[in-house]
DNA sequence: TCTGGGGTCCTAGGACCC
DNA sequence: TCTGGGGTCCTAGGACCC
């Protein structure tokens, strides 16, 4: 059996710890301004539909006395370690997802489900955060497990119980299938996991093609991967932002990619990494996005080269529109020569604080320290 | 209601090579 | 002289995930 462990309201919870006043309130943790979004909302947010993804002002008005927080995200990377840590303590093989969520290889267990109750427990001793847990022959049954009985929960679902369970729910259930897969879906009559388990193999064919087409009717019956990918090399790295406004100023528009280009490179230093492909990213008034990249002979992470093509790419697309985005990103990422050395896992930020008292690697259940 | 930031993977066309 | 097919790289866009 594979474990999905999925902490609950992860930022927002965490916040808690040094914000007790804000239990049991309607809380966000959010990039305030006028175009930002939800990052994590509390299940007492959530009862004014408030949730992630959701516009800042939108959810202001659906709920006037949200508590807004800025991101912090050195803390919830703490946090995450903390968590990670644990997990590592009942299986060999466990796949990070994000910060928040992870899968356990549990196969080596004769009563899977004890192990998961015990995983629950440690979590919260160890962070006094709760979490959900999932469990599955596969990493897709075990996902989605771990929603179905959130928060602080445990599902187990098989092969034997997966029709009944989600049989009856839409498609969108499943992931992989996103609002425009969902769409697409419904347009051939296609609306549940159901339908998607039973539909004509032909028509899925015909409308996703030869490869997403089958992959999609085996999600549908639950069908997934049954071992854990444990090391995962990053292929490229960006820093993107948006402007609270529109800008059309091209002197500040260089300025930015300046500054995007030089935050890459310091990033890929710290991880001793440097890539080949250097992609200017530009989302226009209304929503349109594009992107310009040129491929360089050689991997560099040398500012003055990365910031360079940066800004040519963007006095080529010479953008007729406002302004709302612009990213710069390097692809093709290698190690550092001689030979290609993967990264070092969630390397500490150069400017991370020093914690008081609490020696690296200093592991049992403390509790997570503010 | 109007949409952040950081990623991954896939597709499709054109260039180029064998 | 005119022609096929496969493989790889590059570029741009899109869907999706946390």
């Known amino acids: 059996m ?27 943790v959010a990039h305030d301004g006028p175009r930002g979004v939800v990052t994590t909302a509390s299940y007492a947010a959530r009862e004014f539909g408030v949730h992630s993804a959701l516009p800042l002002v939108v959810a202001r008005r659906r709920c006037p006395q949200l508590n807004v927080l800025p991101v912090d995200m050195q803390l919830y990377r703490r946090g995450s370690r903390r968590v990670m840590e644990t997990l590592a303590e009942f299986s060999d093989s466990v796949e990070v997802v994000g910060l928040d969520e992870a899968y356990v290889d549990l196969s080596a267990s004769p009563v899977p489900q004890s192990r998961a109750r015990e995983i629950k427990r440690k979590v919260t001793a160890a962070t006094r955060l709760a979490c959900s847990i999932g469990l ?3 990493k897709l049954m ?14 187990v679902l098989t092969e034997g119980n997966w029709l009944e369970t989600v049989g009856a729910r839409p498609a969108s259930l499943l992931p992989g299938v ?10 051939i009559g296609v609306e549940t996991v159901a339908d998607l388990a039973a539909a004509e193999p032909g028509s899925l064919e015909h409308s996703f093609g030869p490869r997403h087409g089958p992959a999609l009717r085996e999600r549908g019956n639950g069908v997934g991967a049954r071992s854990l990918t444990t090391e995962r090399v990053r292929k490229s790295e960006s820093r993107e932002t948006t402007f609270p406004h529109d800008v059309s100023d091209r ?14 490179c310091e990033s890929l230093a710290d991880h001793g990494r440097s890539g080949r492909t250097v992609t200017l ?3 226009l008034t209304p929503w349109r996005t594009h992107t310009r990249s040129r491929t360089l002979p050689s991997p560099t992470r040398d500012p003055e ?6 800004r040519e790419l963007l006095e080529r697309f010479d953008p007729e529109d406002p302004v709302r ?7 093709g990422l290698v190690g550092d020569a001689p030979d290609d050395v993967p990264e070092t896992h969630d390397a500490p930020a150069r400017d991370a604080p020093a914690r008081e008292g609490a020696p690296a690697g200093a592991s049992g259940a403390r509790q997570l320290s503010l």
Request: zero cysteines; a positive charge.
């Open 178 to 187: 996103g609002p425009r897969t969902f769409e697409r879906l419904r347009a």
């Open 251 to 264: 002197a500040l528009m260089a300025e930015t990619v300046e500054r995007l280009g030089a935050a890459v």
């Open 2 to 28: 594979i474990a999905h462990v999925d902490m609950d309201a992860f930022y927002v919870s965490i916040e808690m710890l040094r914000h007790p006043e804000l239990r049991g309130k309607p809380v966000v």
């Open 305 to 310: 080269a990365v910031i360079g093509v940066a």
């Open 136 to 138: 599955g022959p596969n």
């Open 281 to 283: 990213k530009i989302r």
């Open 325 to 331: 985005l612009l990213g710069v990103g390097v692809a």
């Open 142 to 155: 075990a996902k989605i497990a771990s929603d179905l009985d959130k928060p602080d929960g445990l599902f």
